[in-house]
């Protein structure tokens, strides 16, 4: 098993336990989507032009997730908001595996990452 592999199984088992407990905090959430407001597609678009801005030493989780996050909420088509929602999801999996690979290789190199 790969070390990608490995940790995906764990991010899948985290995201179950964690809807489980919003399950059980709120019951099924049917909100509405709550996207395609005014103002949206703008800020979608300044958070991309920021993203391409930055060279590889400026590219950061933060900026590449709000990205993701503001091309979802400006998109008011639902199959076109459920791809959008996927590479939110996909990118927030990605940051986590990327701190844990730091937490690692801190633990391994004797430092203490907490």
């Known amino acids: 098993m790969s070390y ?15 809807m489980r407990r919003q399950h059980a905090k709120f019951g099924p959430q049917n909100h509405p989507d709550g ?18 801005a930055n060279g590889p030493e400026q590219d950061n989780w933060r900026d ?3 990205e993701e996050v503001r091309e979802a909420f400006a998109e008011t088509d639902p199959d076109a908001l459920l791809v959008e929602l996927l590479q939110v999801e996909a990118v927030a999996r990605q940051w986590r595996l990327a701190i844990r690979r730091r937490l ?8 203490v990452s907490r």
Not at 104 to 111: F, L, S, V
Request: hydrophobic share 35%.
């Open 35 to 52: 996207t395609g407001l005014p103002g949206s597609v703008m800020e979608a678009d300044e958070a991309r032009a920021r993203c391409k």
């Open 104 to 111: 690692a290789a801190a633990e391994q190199d004797g430092e």
């Open 64 to 66: 590449i997730l709000d």
């Open 4 to 18: 990608f592999t490995a940790n995906l199984t764990t991010e899948e088992d985290e995201v179950r336990e964690e």
